[in-house]
């Protein structure tokens, strides 16, 4: 039997809101079948007992039931992508979290798809039958369903042309039936076939889904009961915030595997907050995962009330279903672009001939052999020397320097180890640090990965510091270090609001030279610009902690020599009761004769 023919003690007792000792108890009892697998048992689902199957059956249901009640009320009076993550995540049973989010985010996709051509088609359905709207009006009634169903009309507004047999509504009408995961293959098939941009993009697993059809069937009921209009909406469209939600949680089900393919927001959006996109510009990720960085970029030109459109999008990502997770997402937020998947970027580079305004990425970090002997040493990446086969960070970095324009800067995250390290990779540092490229190095809080505590830290290179668009630079580094600055949200994990975002970033600002955010000021113990020299003079180190220094204690405006007054009585008090004590003690060994 496969793993997801098991539940584990911790699951079953999730779906029935029970604790692990009851269901321990149940199974010592004898009442629940179970096979021991070290401290734990792993449980047969079809040796369950009818009983428990049928309060499992009902829990889902239970759970379908409260998202559809929470549906009907405004998104805004409710936690409603967290209500929804809730009602999906408990009907996931034993499947594994990295499975299902395919599942999940394909039907999350398919109902937008559905939802934004039905949107389309009404509004289509007002104009062909209103005298009054002179381009699209036609009295005869079969004209005006050629116009409806015209493919054309829906492909010229950037909507997805979807077939009836793949459209929501169809979908709804078989899915109480068993062969409803195949009608979802056949619906995925269907649109890729009538929309040629989507080709190999969309999952199409539900028929081979270990999932009961039950559970697919109360899947579509929770999407079905969401409307999903982005007119409605301040965000491009609500669906755009429930699939970003959802790839966070599926990232923070799945740990480390889980920032393979999601960086969390607040990350993304401090390093596009500092680096400033605009019109026009080149934004390329060469290790893109789901898109964050492309979407935070369209989001930074929208609050600013600028065309996001007019960005050129470049990304490239190796794992093929990641690949599709972020060409759905982008799909979702209406973005397109170039990005490509199932290609390494350090060892077969799919834009080799591309100069970008901006590099925006999270790599992998610590990378051991990843290829060093297939790399040819006159790779023009190679400007400052080969990384060695253990540590792929310094090939990630030359491959960012490398893919940037005369002005373009990047920004990315890296592991605080290559802050300090030395051999190869040191000597690969200083030279970047002298070719005068390192400009803004933020060290950052611990745990900002879902349930990774690896220290991190942001990197800012130009390959132009005095380009025009802020203050000439040239031989400056600002090193900043917001290890103290964040907002716990669990034991595992903290977070930048927003407000600590903008206080870091403005303090970015502030130094270039943009003059609406005031002057810059060193500040012990967070920030402070350097120079090159001092920078060699610390060999090359590129520690915020080592620049910055540490921060004042607090002036509570109280005298020293009264704080001193106060502390010798507090002490002189502590002697008085520690010799009481003594003597308390003593008479008490006296009277017991010791």
């Not at 960070?393 to 491959?399: G, K, R």
């Not at 008085?576 to 008490?588: A, D, F, M, P, T």
Request: neutral net charge.
């Amino acid at each position: 039997m496969a793993e997801t023919d098991y539940y584990t003690t911790k699951e079953l007792a999730n779906i029935l809101g029970v604790t692990r000792q009851a269901i321990f108890k149940r199974i010592k009892s004898g009442e629940i079948p179970a096979i021991a697998r070290g401290r734990d048992y792993l449980i047969p689902k079809d040796k369950l007992p009818d009983e428990i199957k049928k309060l499992i059956e009902e829990r889902q249901k239970l759970a379908t039931k409260r998202i559809l009640e929470l549906s009907s009320k405004p998104a805004r009076d409710i936690d409603f992508e967290k209500e929804l993550w809730k009602a999906a995540d408990k009907l996931r049973g034993s499947l594994d979290p990295s499975d299902y989010k395919y599942i999940v985010l394909g039907l999350i996709f398919l109902k937008y798809v559905s939802d934004a051509f039905y949107q389309r088609r009404e509004l289509l359905k007002e104009w062909v039958s209103d005298p009054n709207n002179k381009e699209f009006y036609v009295p005869d009634e079969s004209a005006r369903k050629f116009i409806i169903e015209d493919k054309d009309q829906y492909k010229s507004a950037g909507i997805f042309y979807i077939p009836e047999k793949a459209r929501w509504e169809y979908l709804q009408k078989f899915s109480l039936t068993p062969d409803i995961g195949k009608k979802i293959d056949e619906a995925m098939e269907e649109i890729e076939k009538e929309n040629p941009v989507l080709k190999d993009i969309l999952p199409k697993i539900y028929a081979q889904t270990p999932l009961e059809p039950h559970v697919l069937s109360d899947l579509i009921n929770i999407f079905s009961k969401i409307k999903f209009d982005h007119r409605e909406y301040e965000e491009k469209d609500l669906l755009g915030r429930v699939y970003e939600y959802f790839l966070g949680q599926f990232a923070s089900a799945e740990g480390k595997r889980g920032g393979e393919f999601f960086t969390p927001r607040p990350i993304v959006k401090l390093l596009v907050e500092i680096l400033e996109p605009f019109e026009g510009c080149r934004v390329f990720d060469p290790a893109c995962g789901s898109g964050g960085m492309f979407i935070q970029s369209a989001k930074f030109l929208e609050i600013l009330k600028k065309d996001p459109s007019k960005i050129s999008f470049y990304g490239q990502e190796l794992n093929i279903n990641t690949w599709r997770l972020c060409m759905m997402n982008l799909a979702i937020r209406g973005i397109t672009g170039d990005i490509r998947g199932g290609k390494n970027s350090l060892l077969d580079d799919q834009f080799p001939d591309l100069r970008a305004d901006f590099v925006i990425t999270n790599p992998p970090f610590n990378q051991s052999e990843w290829g060093e002997d297939q790399i040819d040493p006159k790779d023009p990446r190679l400007k400052y020397g080969i990384p060695p086969n253990s540590n792929a960070n310094f090939m990630w970095i030359q491959h960012f320097i490398y893919h940037l324009a005369p002005n373009g800067m990047t920004g990315f995250v890296m592991a605080n180890g290559a802050l300090a390290v030395g051999g190869r990779e040191g000597e690969i540092r200083k030279r970047i640090i002298e070719d005068d490229l390192v400009d803004v190095v933020i060290a950052c809080p611990p745990k900002l990965f879902y349930n990774v505590s690896l220290p991190v830290s942001l990197w800012f290179l130009t390959k132009n510091k005095k380009d025009g668009r802020f203050r000439n630079r040239t031989g400056e580094t600002l090193f900043i270090d917001a290890r103290e600055i964040y907002t716990p949200i669990s034991r595992k994990q903290n977070t930048f609001t927003d407000e600590q975002i903008q206080k870091i970033a403005n303090t970015v600002r502030a130094w270039r030279g943009q003059k609406e955010y005031g002057e810059y000021k060193d500040i012990p113990g967070f920030c402070k610009s350097v120079t090159i020299e001092e920078i060699r003079k610390n060999g090359y180190v590129l520690t915020p902690g080592r620049y910055v220094g540490i921060a004042p204690p607090p002036d509570d405006g109280i005298p020293f020599e009264e704080k001193m007054k106060k502390l010798k009585a507090e002490l002189e008090e502590y002697f008085r009761q520690g010799r009481e004590l003594e003597e308390k003690i003593r008479e008490n060994l006296r009277k017991l004769n010791l």
